[in-house]
């Protein structure tokens, strides 16, 4: 079965400094892995995605994420953290050989508060 | 311009009633999805549809029915709600089944039963 772990329900950093939010998960195959953003009362946004090729993945609002299969990790990161940044993170991952039925699970997300 | 919209934002009612959310998307996808947040906010599938198809029916209770009269639509009625319905239920949708595409996600609608 998929799964996904982000183990810290909270990060917290200074503006400007670098941030990490983790994720590992497993499935039975290839995984295709996704960030997404949601901020206050709004949906998800998606930030990023790896699917195959490069295990840096460069997104939206200048995040990263760099896939590392023999950890079975899929950690985003930002080299310049923002107070806008501020917001619930989710990871989510889905078998690529799952075909038509295969469901985006996701991970229980992480708060990242950006303090000035 | 609104890519996945849902309607309504806020729905307050009683045990026992029926109601329904509907969503629409004007991005030209052919799959779409609702999921169920939590108050933990965690997040999980409840159904998708491809071209009014239904593709994954997670385990849900009979009372949730979705209803995708065209690829651009995908409501939810809720017959005989429950407190534990209470809930944000968010539409989404992606270019196709295939895995690989990410998902589009609608504003959420915050469902409370008292």
């Known amino acids: 079965a998929q799964s996904v772990a982000q183990p810290e329900d909270q990060v917290n950093v200074a503006e400007g400094n670098p941030l990490t939010v983790k994720c590992t998960y497993s499935?039975?195959?290839?995984?295709?892995l996704f960030w997404y953003v949601q901020y206050p009362n709004r949906g998800l946004q998606f930030l990023l995605k790896?699917?195959?090729?490069?295990?840096l993945v460069k997104g939206s609002y200048g995040f990263e994420a760099e896939f590392n299969k023999s950890q079975t990790s899929f950690h985003l990161k930002k080299p310049s953290a923002l107070v806008s940044d501020s917001a619930l993170y989710f990871c989510?991952?889905?078998?690529?050989?799952?075909?038509?039925?295969?469901?985006?699970?996701f991970g229980q997300g992480t708060t990242l508060q950006v303090k000035p | 311009d609104t890519a996945v919209s849902q309607t309504p934002k806020y729905l307050v009612t009683q045990m026992g009633n029926d109601k329904s959310i509907k969503c629409e998307q004007n991005?030209?996808?052919?799959?779409m999805y609702w999921y169920k947040q939590d108050s933990k906010k965690f997040l999980k599938i409840m159904f998708s549809?491809?071209?009014?198809?239904?593709?994954i029916n997670e385990t849900v209770p009979n009372r949730f029915s979705p209803k995708s009269p065209d690829k651009a639509h995908l409501n939810l009625h809720i017959n005989s709600l429950e407190l534990g319905d209470s809930a944000v239920y968010f539409c989404?949708?992606?270019?196709?089944?295939?895995?690989?595409?990410?998902?589009?996600f609608g504003p959420g609608t915050r469902l409370t039963v008292t």
């Open positions: 989404a949708s992606s270019q196709g089944q295939t895995s690989s595409y990410e998902q589009y």
């Open positions: 989510a991952v889905r078998d690529a050989g799952s075909g038509n039925t295969g469901k985006l699970i």
């Open positions: 499935v039975s195959g290839n995984p295709y």
């Open positions: 991005l030209g996808h052919d799959t």
């Open positions: 790896y699917i195959t090729g490069d295990n």
């Open positions: 549809y491809n071209n009014k198809e239904l593709i």
